[in-house]
């Protein structure tokens, strides 16, 4: 079991920046990749960015650009780094950790952006 724990959400105004935190805990080991999706109202669960186990990371063409995933090994957290924030990025954000079998989620944290 890997157990997730996201952060930072909250409201902003259009071109703010935000930054959210995914502390992972349980069988660390276990995680191939982790990543962010999104779902705003009324829409489906879309991805984000993603980041391996060796770093390498892939965004949405959305959020090219604006967002940078990263990984702090020793702390075992996970971060997105949201710049120039815009209404569409509104959404509940969920982290998630991949493993050979299955893909564990956290609870989400909602972001808000004003127009």
């Known amino acids: 079991q890997v157990q997730l724990v996201e952060s930072g959400g909250g409201s902003v105004q259009a071109g703010g920046s935000l930054t959210l935190s995914c502390a992972a805990s349980?069988?660390?080991?276990?995680?191939?990749?982790m990543a962010w999706y999104r779902q705003a109202p009324g829409k489906q669960r879309e991805l984000v960015a993603t980041?391996?186990?060796?770093?390498?990371?892939n965004y949405a063409d959305s959020v090219k650009g604006r967002f940078t995933i990263s990984r702090d090994n020793a702390k075992n957290t996970m971060y997105l780094h949201m710049n120039t924030l815009k209404p569409e990025d509104t959404a509940v954000y969920y982290c998630?950790?991949?493993?050979?079998?299955?893909?564990?989620w956290g609870q989400g944290t909602q972001v808000t952006v004003s127009s």
């Open positions: 980041i391996t186990s060796d770093g390498s990371t």
């Open positions: 349980g069988r660390i080991f276990s995680i191939n990749a």
């Open positions: 998630a950790s991949i493993t050979m079998a299955t893909t564990y």
